[in-house]
């Protein structure tokens, strides 16, 4: 172990020679310099050495993308988390783009923090290279932006468009986000739709939203076709929750508004939503089975408590699954 922090810190001091802001380094070393995670130092230590070696190729990238990894340490789940597979893949991205002329070019740090995390999600899901590095980069041929980077990583990754939620900016991933996203990308041709302002933080948060909107696409999209849902399989839950939507929409809806709560009754506690139509008060409620920040299940609750108080509501909508 001892040998191991050794080699890690000859690594750290080599870097610190070779990066345009020493100071500046020194104080973001001294963020990670006290941690107990040995793994996070050798994974950094490894992405060091690879750009130490690379700097003549990759000068205008070098420094700002240092400070990122280090910056990465502390901020970013998906780093921390990384597997040996996922860094070699993330290590092939850069390979493949490091040395391009495209690249040659003064980098600033956002932009390079978004590089840094095109490269983390292409060592999670670089399977789905939909398009040659070559033809992508085709997008970064004018300037390096937020905007190029985005078309550069749909081009890379995304077959058809981005579905609803997809942010421009891909730091702004975390781990739960970005699987959920990626697989809705895997299983979907995505229709294109305009981005919105509206920070997810996992599948709960996702379908509470579609539930407001009734986008039944969209909840089908992002719910597991590995579950069932109130006893039946997701094709069925999702016929019958159009329905439901259908009866808010001819009560003239044009949205749902959630409240939180829990059920009162059988599975006393148990969290959800009821949903509530904007203009006919007539509501749903909906118990949330979640595991693992992961729904599991769906269904329909008869007694439910809302979390504020009791509200004026008028006719209760049910899933009807069994023509009860």
Same mark, same amino acid.
Not at 70 to 92: P, R, V
Not at 258 to 265: P, R, T
Not at 268 to 295: C, E, P, Q
């Given at each position: 172990?001892?040998?191991?922090?050794?080699?890690?810190?000859?690594?750290?001091?080599?870097?610190?020679?070779?990066?345009?802001?020493?100071?500046?380094?020194?104080?973001?070393?001294?963020?990670?310099?006290?941690?107990?995670?040995?793994?996070?130092?050798?994974?950094?230590?490894?992405?060091?050495?690879?750009?130490?070696?690379?700097?003549?190729?990759?000068?205008?990238?070098?420094?700002?993308?240092?400070?990122?990894?280090?910056?990465?340490?502390?901020?970013?789940?998906?780093?921390?988390?990384?597997?040996?597979?996922?860094?070699?893949?993330?290590?092939?991205?850069?390979?493949?783009?490091?040395?391009?002329?495209? *690249?040659?070019?003064? @980098?600033?740090? =956002?932009?390079?923090?978004?590089? &840094?995390?095109?490269? /983390?999600?292409? %060592?999670? !899901?670089?399977?789905?290279?939909?398009?040659?590095?070559?033809?992508?980069?085709?997008? *970064?041929?004018?300037? @390096?932006?937020? =905007?190029?980077?985005?078309?550069? &990583?749909?081009?890379? /990754?995304?077959? %058809?468009? !981005?579905?609803?939620?997809?942010?421009?900016?891909?730091?702004?991933?975390?781990?739960?986000?970005?699987?959920?996203?990626?697989?809705?990308?895997?299983?979907?041709?995505?229709?294109?739709?305009?981005?919105?302002?509206?920070?997810?933080?996992?599948?709960?948060?996702?379908?509470?939203?579609?539930?407001?909107?009734?986008?039944?696409?969209?909840?089908?999209?992002?719910?597991?076709?590995?579950?069932?849902?109130?006893?039946?399989?997701?094709?069925?839950?999702?016929?019958?929750?159009?329905?439901?939507?259908?009866?808010?929409?001819?009560?003239?809806?044009?949205?749902?508004?959630?409240?939180?709560?829990?059920?009162?009754?059988?599975?006393?506690?148990?969290?959800?939503?009821?949903?509530?139509?904007?203009?006919?008060?007539?509501?749903?409620?909906?118990?949330?089975?979640?595991?693992?920040?992961?729904?599991?299940?769906?269904?329909?609750?008869?007694?439910?408590?809302?979390?504020?108080?009791?509200?004026?509501?008028?006719?209760?909508?049910?899933?009807?699954?069994?023509?009860?």
């Amino acid at each position: 172990m001892n040998q191991i922090i050794s080699d890690i810190d000859i690594v750290l001091t080599r870097t610190e020679e070779l990066v345009s802001n020493r100071k500046l380094l020194q104080i973001l070393k001294r963020d990670i310099e006290y941690s107990d995670d040995v793994k996070i130092k050798m994974r950094l230590s490894k992405w060091l050495l690879f750009f130490n070696e690379a700097k003549i190729n990759n000068f205008y990238i070098y420094s700002n993308t240092v400070y990122v990894l280090f910056d990465a340490c502390n901020t970013n789940e998906i780093f921390k988390n990384q597997t040996e597979q996922e860094f070699e893949q993330s290590l092939s991205f850069y390979k493949s783009i490091i040395s391009h002329p495209y *690249l040659s070019r003064p @980098i600033d740090f =956002n932009n390079a923090k978004n590089i &840094f995390a095109i490269a /983390l999600i292409y %060592g999670k !899901y670089g399977t789905m290279q939909i398009n040659s590095f070559k033809n992508a980069l085709e997008n *970064l041929k004018f300037e @390096i932006s937020e =905007n190029s980077l985005h078309d550069f &990583f749909k081009s890379l /990754l995304l077959k %058809g468009e !981005y579905p609803k939620l997809f942010p421009k900016n891909v730091t702004q991933f975390n781990e739960a986000d970005l699987d959920v996203f990626m697989n809705v990308v895997k299983s979907n041709s995505c229709a294109k739709h305009e981005l919105i302002p509206y920070e997810l933080k996992n599948q709960a948060l996702a379908i509470k939203y579609f539930f407001e909107r009734m986008d039944i696409e969209m909840i089908d999209a992002f719910l597991s076709d590995e579950h069932t849902y109130q006893d039946v399989d997701k094709r069925t839950f999702i016929s019958e929750l159009s329905m439901v939507f259908n009866q808010f929409i001819d009560s003239g809806d044009s949205h749902l508004i959630a409240f939180e709560g829990a059920c009162n009754s059988c599975i006393k506690g148990k969290f959800g939503y009821t949903f509530v139509g904007n203009v006919s008060s007539n509501y749903l409620s909906i118990i949330f089975d979640i595991k693992d920040d992961k729904i599991v299940d769906l269904y329909d609750c008869t007694k439910f408590k809302i979390r504020i108080g009791e509200l004026e509501l008028n006719q209760k909508f049910s899933i009807n699954l069994f023509g009860l």
